[in-house]
Nanobody, 115 residues
């Protein structure tokens, strides 16, 4: 059984940084794509960033230049470095991990950006 464990959320002030981690466990195959989503209160879940196994990344305009998706040092771990956070970045962040058999969701981690 595959489980995705997310960590790294928290409360920060505007302009500060956080790094989220998405680590699979169990009988998981090497990922070929991971997507990062966020869901703000009262809003739909939105795709924020993607990273392919090749390292290629994409970002929505709202986070371009401030967020960076990358591979972690542990096998199949994926990171989302978030710099210059804004109050509109307050949301629950989710990772969605794709391997050859399907996809898996992380449990979500709360990010709150407030003074």
């Amino acid at each position: 059984q595959v489980k995705l464990v997310q960590s790294g959320g928290g409360l920060v002030q505007p302009g500060e940084s956080l790094t989220l981690s998405c680590a699979p466990s169990g009988n998981v195959l090497n990922f070929y794509r991971t997507e990062w989503y966020r869901q703000a209160p009262g809003k739909q879940r939105e795709l924020v960033a993607t990273i392919e196994s090749s390292g290629a990344t994409t970002y929505i305009d709202a986070v371009k230049g401030r967020f960076t998706a990358s591979r972690g040092s542990a096998k199949n771990t994926v990171l989302l470095q978030m710099n210059s956070l804004k109050s509109e970045g307050t949301a629950v962040y989710y990772c969605k991990y794709f391997d050859a058999r399907g996809y898996y969701w992380g449990q979500g981690t709360q990010v709150t950006v407030a003074t």
